[in-house]
Nanobody, 127 residues
Framework: VQLQASGGGLVQPGGSLRLSCAAS????????IAWFRQAPGKEREGISCSSRFDERIYYIDSVKGRFTNSRDNFKNTVYLQMNNLKPEDTAVYYC?????????????????????WGKGTQVTVSS
């Protein structure tokens, strides 16, 4: 099983990026998917998740209205569209999943059961 996050880069405040998380070895329509980020000197935090068929999608407050979580199950890929980026969004971003993860919220306790992690992609928001 491999998850590969990509699409990060350097962007100015107010800019946009779209992250992709491509899966191999699993079919993403069987899994809820979570996005995490880890900023320098901070703990990793879950920021969004989507259930198998996107019937539930959640975001933490700090990204709500700016980030959009979507998936293309035919491409076996999930996306995180990030708009109006802020310097505080600077972090390494990861996608993750596991057979016991269902996406029922974005409290820290909801992000459990991550058996598969992708390599992260760096997002830097700076002028």
């Amino acid at each position: 099983v491999q998850l590969q996050a990509s699409g990060g880069g350097l962007v100015q405040p107010g800019g946009s990026l779209r992250l992709s998380c491509a899966a191999s070895g699993i079919m993403l329509d069987h899994y809820a998917i979570a996005w995490f980020r880890q900023a320098p000197g901070k703990e990793r935090e879950g920021i969004s998740c989507s259930s198998r068929f996107d019937e539930r999608i959640y975001y933490i407050d700090s990204v709500k209205g700016r980030f959009t979580n979507s998936r293309d199950n035919f491409k076996n890929t999930v996306y995180l569209q990030m708009n109006n980026l802020k310097p505080e969004d600077t972090a390494v971003y990861y996608c993750a999943t596991g057979p016991k993860f269902g996406c029922y919220g974005v409290d820290a306790r909801d992000f459990i059961g991550m058996d598969h992690w992708g390599k992260g992609t760096q997002v830097t928001v700076s002028s």
